[in-house]
């Protein structure tokens, strides 16, 4: 054991499992199940207009491939070409498509259905708008319209009742959507918000606070704000909540 | 198109927090509309095979006790739409007064909403007008051309119903959304970092793309290769603490002996990650040791504090996300040559953990293939690391001993 951590040494990984999407475009997001405890093994993977969801499996590995890997030493070559056939795949457990065939979705994140406790997934991208899959039934539930830019990164706001969603934009600014209406509540933008595209967002575990970060400002026209250019705000979002009753904390720190 | 709206509409909580009650209210409304479609259309579906069922007796007479069988089934099933009473706005509806089996009357009441702006808690769609279908038994004839004339007369009924039901869902949200106060503006962040992930020379200015709360401190990446760790602004009249897992004796750590006064940044930390505080004229001012007390909250300039960070190599590719684990204990940083490093987040100055491998085969001579990690995720208890790549593949990486090792550390 090594006394200070500098000593420590890199360990290296193989995969143990490698499968390719069939539309063979970038993969954007990947995300666990957290909003769902019984789920937590469930991904999403979205790519293109594509949505897939797979279930990680029980086992440490694919069978074949550690035994092979702890032999491959003393072994020839041919047993490394064999765990590389043994290297697993996984099967998706649901798949969703958009129609729009432009469609390339950025971002996924994992949701519950406040009534019933419904798996949703929030999927977005470049068509500007973000779509609400309901896992357990498997529809789309509700599209959500009215960012005027790709929208680069969805979140639920945690611990909430009511479900509520924010998205980053490429039109920069943040909205707050409720889900349940696809209203879109509220619009984090302006005087002195982005002044370029937003590229990622955070809610503070508490709900308390919101973090956004992004391109912001190529240093033309900015030259007295060049410092200013990929900065990170912190807004507070009002995103308190017990039981629908909602209040907002207004923020004594700034 | 542009999203640049210039209306300008009262700041404040307090607007927000009214649009939130609004929305509570308007949810059930929507719901309830969306539900009387769905039951209006189940309605003609059925009706529909009624219909079909009753053109087949038309041919063979002797199934006449199976048409009012199928009668009753659609007696059954227009019960239910009786249970739902719908109360939407009923503009575009059609009003029938013909005896049919399956009758929608009402009162009309289409008049348009007003928009109210600023009222508090204004229900989305007011219910003026109210549709309400009421059906009667299906009068079951002998004679099967009567039941068939008869199913077809309430198949094209529930047609209309449902049509109708479909339509009012669709006034009633048009009519909440304009009902609706716009969305509230928030224009006025609670507080901008800046100077994390800039060049200060020419000014060049790095994405952001990736922000992460790591309890109460933020972890960024930028586009500059580098993510950090650092402590924002006390927003709530305090700064949080922070326990980094370094030991003493490590020269490295670069806010170890940091005093207020000091020159500079810890001397151990490269020039070029700090000199974005450095040339910014904000010197680690606010820096202090973490495990002290917190930083004077009274202080007027919100000055983060960089806590750690962590360099990868071949990641200023602009959208390459990194993750934390569940447990905001590991993060994994991506990057275009294949390869993610899982990092200890409150390990300071420290090799990575792991350095996960996108390779095809399972052999050590098997080259690692170039692809871009573009973004991974950590399984709940952090023993898998999921990545997916731009070509499309995706990779499980087993972290599971390698990361409990230093778990015990």
């Known amino acids: ?54 279930r990680m499996p029980a086992t440490e590995s694919p069978p074949h491939a550690e035994t092979a890997g702890t032999a491959a030493e003393k072994n020839g070559r041919k047993r490394k070409d064999k765990a590389a056939a043994a290297m697993g795949r996984l099967e998706p457990l649901q798949t969703y498509a958009d129609d729009d065939t432009e469609e390339s979705f950025y971002c996924v994140v994992w949701g519950a259905d406040p009534s019933n406790g419904n798996a949703w997934l929030a999927v977005a991208g470049k068509r500007r708008q973000i779509r609400l899959i309901d896992c357990h039934r498997g529809v789309a539930l509700r599209t959500m319209r009215g960012h005027g830019g790709a929208v680069h990164e969805v979140r639920f706001v945690p611990h909430a009742q009511a479900s509520l969603l924010l998205s980053a934009s490429e039109d920069e600014s943040v909205r707050l959507w409720c889900c349940s209406t696809a209203y879109c509540l509220a619009i984090f933008a302006g005087q002195q918000g982005h002044r370029d595209a937003v590229l990622s967002l955070d809610v503070r575990p508490d709900a308390a606070y919101l973090a956004t970060a992004g391109v912001d400002g190529t240093v033309r026209w900015h030259a007295a704000h060049c410092m200013h250019t990929a900065c990170a705000h912190c807004i507070c979002a009002a995103c308190r909540c017990a039981c629908g009753a909602w209040e907002t904390r207004r923020c004594r720190g700034a | 198109m542009r999203c640049m709206q210039v209306r300008v509409w009262s700041l404040g909580d307090e607007a927000l927090q009214r649009r939130i009650a609004e929305v509570a209210v308007a949810a059930p409304s ?11 259309a189940e309605v003609a579906a059925t009706l529909k095979e009624a219909e079909e069922a009753a053109a087949a007796v038309a041919d063979g007479p002797e199934e006449v006790e199976e048409v009012e069988e199928v009668e009753v089934e659609v007696e059954v099933e227009v019960e239910v739409e009786v249970e739902v009473e719908v109360e939407v706005d009923s503009a575009p ?17 289409a008049s348009a909403e007003p928009p109210l702006p600023a009222a508090p808690a204004a229900p989305a769609a007011t219910p003026t007008g109210r549709k309400r279908a009421k059906p009667r038994s299906v009068p079951s004839k002998g004679g099967c051309g009567g039941a068939l004339e008869a199913a077809r007369v309430a198949a094209q009924d529930a047609k209309g119903a449902a049509a109708t ?26 507080a901008t970092v800046e100077g994390l992930h800039f060049e200060g020379i020419e000014g060049v200015s790095y994405y952001v793309d990736c922000v992460r709360w790591v309890g109460q401190l933020l972890l960024t990446r930028g586009t500059d290769e580098r993510a950090v760790l650092w402590s924002p602004p006390p927003l709530d009249g305090q700064r949080p603490s922070w326990h980094p897992v370094a030991s003493s004796s490590s020269p490295c750590t670069p806010f170890s002996a940091a005093t207020p006064g000091s020159a500079g940044p810890g001397s151990a930390t490269p020039g070029s990650a700090t000199s974005g505080f450095a040339s910014s004229g904000r010197v680690a001012a606010a820096r202090g040791s973490p495990r002290s007390s917190p930083a004077s909250a009274s202080r007027p300039a919100a000055l983060p504090t960089l806590l750690n960070e962590w360099h990868m190599p071949a990641s200023s590719l602009w959208f390459l996300r990194c993750s934390l684990d569940p447990a905001r204990r590991l993060l994994a940083l991506g ?12 390990a300071v100055r420290a090799p990575p953990l792991v350095r996960c491998v996108a390779r095809r085969g399972g052999g050590r001579k098997r080259a690692c293939s170039l692809v871009t990690v573009r973004h991974t995720a950590f399984s709940p208890n952090a023993s898998h690391l999921v990545g997916g790549c731009d070509d499309g593949s995706v990779y499980i990486w087993h972290l599971g001993s390698a990361v409990d090792v230093d778990a015990t550390e």
């Not at chain 2, 929507?30 to 209006?40: D, F, I, Q, R, Y």
């Not at chain 2, 509806?93 to 009441?109: A, C, E, I, L």
């Not at chain 2, 990057?335 to 409150?346: N, R």
Request: charged share 20%; with cysteine; aromatic share 6%.
């Open chain 2, 335 to 346: 990057s275009t040559q294949g390869c993610v490093a899982v990092c200890e987040v409150d």
């Open chain 2, 30 to 40: 929507v719901a309830a509309a969306e539900a009387a479609a769905a039951a209006a």
């Open chain 2, 165 to 190: 039901a479909a339509r009012a869902v669709h006034a009633a949200e048009e009519s909440a959304a304009r009902g609706f106060a716009p969305p509230a503006r928030v224009q006025l962040p609670v």
């Open chain 1, 1 to 54: 054991m090594p006394s200070t951590t500098t000593e420590r040494k890199t360990k290296t990984c193989d995969p143990s499992w490698h499968w390719h999407e069939p539309h063979r475009k970038p993969i954007y997001q990947v995300a666990f199940n957290q909003a769902d405890a019984s789920q937590a093994d469930v991904f999403a993977v979205v790519g293109a207009r594509w949505v897939s969801i797979y």
């Open chain 2, 93 to 109: 509806r059609r009003t029938r007064h013909s005896p049919n089996p399956n009758q929608v009357d009402g009162d009309d009441g």
